[in-house]
Every structure is written in C-alpha cells, then in structure tokens.
C-alpha cells in the first residue's frame, strides 16, 4: 500500500516538474525575444529606425515560433504559459515608451495613447491578481477584444517605425492611433467585466 502511495506521489511530483520546467527550447526561444528589447530601444534612440524595426519583425517571429514548436513537440509548460505574455506585454510596452519620447525623430506615438494603453495592461495585471488571491484562478484567456487590441499595438508601432523611414499619410497615422485607443478602452471594459462575472460566479458556488 505503502509503494503504490509512493509510486502516485512520484508520478505526480514528475508531472509538476514537467509542467514548471523552464528551459524548453520554446521558453529558449521567449528569453530570446526578451533579450532584444534593449536592442531595440537602442536602435530607436540612435535613430535607426530600419534596425529598430527588423528587430520588432524578428521578436514576432519568435512569438510565432515558441508556441508552434510548444504545441507541435508537446513542450507546453506552466512556466512557459506565464513567461509568453510577460515577455509580448514587456516588448509593446517598452516600444510604446520608445516611440514615444521625442527624441527628433519625425514621428512618435502620441502621449495619450501610450498612457491608456500602459494603463490598460496594469488594469490587466491587478484583474489576474484579484482572481488568483480571490479565486484561485490560475488562467484568464484573452478575449477576440484583447486579440485585437494587441494586434493594433503591433500594427501601430510598425507603422510608426515605417513613418520615420519613409513619408506616411497623416490620416493613415491617426487612424491607428484612434483605433487602438478605441481597441484599448473597449478591451479594458470588457476584462473588468468578465472578471466581475467570474468573482460572482465563485461567490455563487460557495
């Protein structure tokens, strides 16, 4: 009796392990992502918005890379899960700020913009706190809103960097720009919602 509870509890510790293990070649491949982010505020700063750029391309390929190898060689991990969205949240914010300080380059995310959408993803943050200190909540799946919301975060800073290497339309800069405010604001709502509806769900089933 003695061996099989000794025998379950190693069974369970291997998949802990395995579950928490953190140097997969897609977590491998996250750490790499992060380590360009200084690279590209470098390249910002010294105006070499090309460079900056083919960076910014390079990290979202790795981004496509981590999960695709995670899923195809069933190298997931609970590590990897966390270690993915820090690393997307930290290269967007750190670009944002980047483009966002005037340093005499033609064009820069506009103030507002970047404040909103740093907001939003400390709004985020606190929402994931209050529900795993709350509820237990480990997991919070971004919604199609949230999707969108990156995806215009991604849009606007090529574009960006694109504007200060050639001329671009003003108006196709201040779509973006309003378009991801509007991304931001909507997406903020909708987490402050979905979260409120979870903590009610919990509360209920006690």
Do not use: C
Not at 23 to 44: C, G, S
């Amino acid at each position: 009796m003695g061996s099989s509870h000794d025998s379950e509890r190693g069974k369970i510790r291997t998949r802990v392990e395995k579950s928490l293990r953190p140097m997969t070649l897609p977590n491998f491949i996250t750490f790499l992502r992060m380590a360009m982010i200084p690279f590209f505020v470098l390249a910002v700063n010294e105006h070499e918005f090309q460079l900056a750029a083919l960076i910014f391309v390079l990290a979202g390929v790795t981004d496509a890379m981590d999960g695709a190898i995670a899923r195809s060689f069933h190298m997931e991990s609970l590590f990897g899960t966390y270690l993915d969205p820090i690393a997307d949240k930290l290269l967007l914010s750190t670009a944002y700020i980047a483009l966002t300080i005037p340093q005499g380059q033609a064009v820069v995310i506009p103030l507002w913009l970047t404040i909103m959408a740093l907001f939003r993803d400390a709004l985020i943050v606190i929402v994931a706190l209050l529900l795993y200190v709350a509820a237990g909540m480990r997991r919070f799946r971004p919604t199609i809103w949230g999707k969108l919301t990156t995806f215009m975060h991604v849009s606007t800073v090529t574009l960006v960097l694109v504007a200060n290497i050639r001329s671009v339309p003003d108006w196709l800069l201040l779509t973006f720009f309003y378009v991801s405010f509007g991304f931001v604001i909507i997406s903020g709502f909708n987490y402050i919602y979905r979260a409120s509806k979870m903590l009610e769900a919990v509360e209920d089933r006690e």
